[in-house]
């Protein structure tokens, strides 16, 4: 069964859900990787954790001139037109970060179910640990861990591999 999905990922400025500072889209069609986008984006707060510039490397300086998460969403709100799901590598977060991201900006979230990627390595592969870079390195898969692009790619090819593997859509996750 053909699917369409959109895989994202966030990076964050602190550990506060509403500091999205970078977000990944890769959407997939049919099988393949038809678009991606990328974007840095400016935080409600000057003030980055220094856990998480130490993981990510983005800084207030980088994105001072960025769109905020609501500017950007909303410019690019039909890269989700058509799809399925949405699926991330730890999904919760992900998913929180972009429910808190569009509720301060007056924005609907996206009513789309989720693929868990850690979830869908551990069911389909038995992967432990299954952290992206371990996810990827048993796929064979390139990575440039904590790029929101880069990590949003890889969860998509991960979606990918499981439903070539398996003929169909992710029966297994309902979809």
């Avoid at 890769?26 to 954790?49: A, C, E, M, N, W």
């Avoid at 179910?113 to 389909?124: G, Y």
């Amino acid at each position: 069964m053909p699917c369409s999905f959109v895989a994202i990922d966030f990076e964050t400025a602190d550990a506060k859900r509403d500091s999205a500072c970078a977000v990944g889209l890769t959407k997939v069609q049919d099988g393949k990787i038809v678009d991606q986008l990328y974007g840095l984006l400016r935080p409600p707060r000057r003030r980055f954790s220094s856990f998480c510039v130490r993981i990510h490397g983005i800084h207030w300086h980088d994105v001072k001139n960025a769109p905020t998460f609501g500017e950007f969403w909303i410019q690019h709100a039909h890269f989700l037109e058509g799809v399925d799901f949405l699926a991330a590598h730890n999904a919760s977060f992900d998913r929180s970060v972009l429910a808190t991201c569009c509720t301060l900006a007056g924005l609907p979230s996206p009513a789309l179910p989720f693929v868990c990627t850690v979830d869908l390595a551990r069911n389909q592969w038995n992967l432990r640990p299954t952290k992206l870079p371990d996810v990827c390195n048993f796929l064979g898969l390139s990575l440039s861990h904590h790029h929101a692009g880069s990590d949003a790619e890889a969860c998509a090819r991960i979606v990918m591999a499981a439903v070539e593997e398996n003929q169909h859509c992710l029966a297994p996750f309902g979809l």
